[in-house]
Structures are given as structure tokens and as C-alpha cells.
């Protein structure tokens, strides 16, 4: 299928979808469900906010940091457990089964100790991040053809060249993948740990419209998120790109 053909057919999709939406709206309250055609005038209004420009500012700053530091962590200590067997021995179990525990429990203890503002954010956008990380970057590691190690290892190269020429290539697709998925769960984090608790961000909006039954708002906001999730989305389509190209 070629790509005029798949994007004529998304558009008649998401026209479908709007059509629905307005049509189904006429017998829906709309304290519940607002007609796009009156979403979306409001949706090109918000721009100009300058209320809403520094929540949205908020949380992109938010989403930043706390990405930025899980991919540096989680990077460095993946990399540590893959070459050092006894730390990953030790290590992975307890990763493995802090990460299987539903990251939502933690956030009760970040607000306590971080506050209702921006760090206790970063801290739950980081702690939904690094472990997908860190374990993503450990196994990519780990799960490096041996053969190839031991070629290089033949022809005279050192641990460090090892690790530079042959291990990091080799995993770098993986480690890619890693640092999308990460990404991907950072918005997340941060976005409903706004709306969870916090005083500034687009996650505050989206829940004070929520609760003041302005749907209208609520649902303009819905659209920036979903806009942000596309960005997301086509990032970690290049870094996949970029990982076939290695």
C-alpha cells in the first residue's frame, strides 16, 4: 500500500470519527460530550493563553528532565549490569521486581517527600522510565553474538575497544527501542502525576476541567496531549529508523 493510499484512508478514518462525534453529541449531554465544532475553535484559542502556554511549558520542562536523567542513568547502570556479571546477578532480580510493581504506589510517597510541584513529577516520570531503560540496555548487552566479542578479542582488541567497536554497535538497536519505550512511559509519568497532584502542568488543567464540568476545555486539552503523544510517537519512529541504520 502506498503511502498516498495509507494517508487517504487515515484521513477518511479520523473524518469518520469527527462525523461520530458531532453526529452523537446531539444526544449526549454535553456536559459530557461537546461537538468538535465547538472543540476545536476553542482548541485554536488556548494557543494564544498565555495561562495555558506556561502549563504546557511546565510539562514539557517536565517531561525533559525527568527523560534526560532516567536515559543517563539508566544508560550507564544497563551498561554496568550487561559487562559485570556478578552486579547483574545481584541487581537484576530486585530491578526486575521493582519494575513489576505498579508505579502508581510510589507516587503517594513523592508527593510527601517532593511536594505538589515540579520535582515530584520528574521523580515519577523518571522512576516510570529508567527501568525499562536500564533493563532494555542490560539484556541488549548481554544478548551480544559472543562470537563477535571473541573475533575481536583474537585479533588483540582490548576490554574498552571491545566495548566501543563491538558491544555498543551491536546493541544499539535495542538500546533505541529501550529509550522510546522509555520516553513514551515519561509522558505518562508526568502527565498523570499532574493530574494526580501537582499545581501547574497540562495534567492540572485536564483534571480542573474534569472536575468543573467544562468539557469543552477538557476535551481541547485531550487534543494537545494526543498532539504530544504524536510527537512522541514519530521520535521514537526515527530512533527506530536510526537503529536500522547502524
Same mark, same amino acid.
Given at each position: 500500500?502506498?503511502?498516498?493510499?495509507?494517508?487517504?484512508?487515515?484521513?477518511?478514518?479520523?473524518?469518520?470519527?469527527?462525523?461520530?462525534?458531532?453526529?452523537?453529541?446531539?444526544?449526549?449531554?454535553?456536559?459530557?460530550?461537546?461537538?468538535?465544532?465547538?472543540?476545536?475553535?476553542?482548541?485554536?484559542?488556548?494557543?494564544?493563553?498565555?495561562?495555558?502556554?506556561?502549563?504546557?511549558?511546565? $510539562? &514539557?520542562?517536565?517531561? #525533559?528532565?525527568?527523560?534526560?536523567?532516567?536515559? =543517563?542513568? /539508566?544508560?550507564?547502570? %544497563?551498561?554496568? +549490569? @550487561?559487562?559485570?556479571?556478578?552486579?547483574?546477578?545481584?541487581?537484576?532480580?530486585?530491578?526486575?521486581?521493582?519494575?513489576?510493581?505498579?508505579?502508581?504506589?510510589?507516587?503517594?510517597?513523592?508527593?510527601?517527600?517532593?511536594?505538589?510541584?515540579?520535582?515530584?513529577?520528574?521523580?515519577?516520570?523518571?522512576?516510570?522510565?529508567?527501568?525499562?531503560?536500564?533493563?532494555?540496555?542490560?539484556?541488549?548487552?548481554?544478548?551480544?553474538?559472543?562470537?563477535?566479542?571473541?573475533?575481536?578479542?583474537?585479533?588483540?582488541?582490548?576490554?574498552?575497544?571491545?566495548?566501543?567497536?563491538?558491544?555498543?554497535?551491536?546493541?544499539?538497536? $535495542? &538500546?533505541?527501542?529501550? #529509550?522510546?519505550?522509555?520516553?513514551?512511559?515519561? =509522558?505518562? /509519568?508526568?502527565?498523570? %502525576?499532574?493530574? +494526580? @497532584?501537582?499545581?501547574?502542568?497540562?495534567?492540572?488543567?485536564?483534571?480542573?476541567?474534569?472536575?468543573?464540568?467544562?468539557?469543552?476545555?477538557?476535551?481541547?486539552?485531550?487534543?494537545?496531549?494526543?498532539?504530544?503523544?504524536?510527537?512522541?510517537?514519530?521520535?521514537?519512529?526515527?530512533?527506530?529508523?536510526?537503529?536500522?541504520?547502524?
Amino acid at each position: 500500500m502506498s503511502h498516498r493510499t495509507t494517508f487517504v484512508l487515515q484521513f477518511l478514518i479520523l473524518g469518520l470519527i469527527l462525523t461520530t462525534w458531532e453526529l452523537s453529541s446531539a444526544y449526549i449531554p454535553q456536559t459530557i460530550l461537546v461537538p468538535p465544532s465547538k472543540v476545536f475553535p476553542l482548541f485554536g484559542a488556548i494557543w494564544i493563553n498565555t495561562n495555558f502556554l506556561g502549563h504546557l511549558y511546565i $510539562t &514539557i520542562v517536565e517531561i #525533559l528532565m525527568s527523560f534526560g536523567l532516567a536515559a =543517563v542513568s /539508566g544508560l550507564l547502570l %544497563g551498561f554496568v +549490569l @550487561g559487562v559485570w556479571k556478578l552486579l547483574r546477578d545481584a541487581y537484576e532480580p530486585i530491578l526486575s521486581l521493582l519494575y513489576a510493581v505498579p508505579s502508581v504506589v510510589w507516587y503517594p510517597i513523592l508527593l510527601l517527600t517532593l511536594g505538589l510541584d515540579v520535582m515530584s513529577k520528574v521523580a515519577f516520570g523518571y522512576i516510570l522510565s529508567f527501568f525499562p531503560i536500564t533493563l532494555t540496555t542490560m539484556n541488549a548487552v548481554v544478548n551480544v553474538d559472543k562470537v563477535l566479542i571473541r573475533v575481536a578479542e583474537s585479533i588483540g582488541a582490548s576490554k574498552l575497544t571491545v566495548f566501543y567497536k563491538v558491544i555498543i554497535p551491536a546493541s544499539l538497536p $535495542t &538500546i533505541l527501542s529501550g #529509550l522510546s519505550t522509555g520516553l513514551a512511559l515519561c =509522558v505518562t /509519568g508526568v502527565i498523570v %502525576g499532574e493530574m +494526580l @497532584g501537582g499545581i501547574r502542568g497540562l495534567g492540572v488543567l485536564i483534571a480542573s476541567a474534569a472536575t468543573l464540568f467544562e468539557t469543552a476545555h477538557y476535551f481541547a486539552y485531550v487534543i494537545v496531549v494526543i498532539i504530544l503523544a504524536l510527537v512522541v510517537n514519530y521520535i521514537g519512529k526515527l530512533l527506530e529508523r536510526l537503529s536500522r541504520g547502524v
